[in-house]
Nanobody, 115 residues
Framework: ELQLVESGGGLVQPGGSLRLSCASS????????MYWVRQAPGKGLEWVSS????????YYANSVKGRFTISRDNAKNTLYLQLNSLKTEDTAMYYC????????RGQGTQVTVSS
């Protein structure tokens, strides 16, 4: 059974940092591109970042480029997202996903940016 379990969210002040993790199981993690998507209150799912099978190529939404960093450890079947210089508009539920639309995703981890 495919499982994606996110962790690392929390409440942080503007300008702060968080590191999200996503532990995967039930599929061959190293064979898939992986994604982070997010959903702000009252809004739809938004693609945030992508990473290829080996972690060589990464892609970011313009809204997070230069502040967020996606990475993966295929030996640990784990996906990461480093969030720096957080803004209030980054407040959302963050999901790791096996597709860019978030159709196959975990339960999410909440990130709240507030002073």
């Amino acid at each position: 059974e495919l499982q994606l379990v996110e962790s690392g969210g929390g409440l942080v002040q503007p300008g702060g940092s968080l590191r999200l993790s996503c532990a995967s199981s039930g599929f061959t993690f190293s064979s898939y591109w992986m994604y982070w998507v997010r959903q702000a209150p009252g809004k739809g799912l938004e693609w945030v970042s992508s990473i290829d099978h080996g972690g060589t190529n990464t892609y970011y939404a313009n809204s997070v480029k230069g502040r967020f960093t996606i990475s993966r450890d295929n030996a640990k079947n784990t996906l990461y997202l480093q969030l720096n210089s957080l803004k209030t508009e980054d407040t959302a539920m963050y999901y790791c996903a096996r597709d860019s639309r978030g159709n196959t995703r975990g339960q999410g981890t909440q990130v709240t940016v507030s002073s």
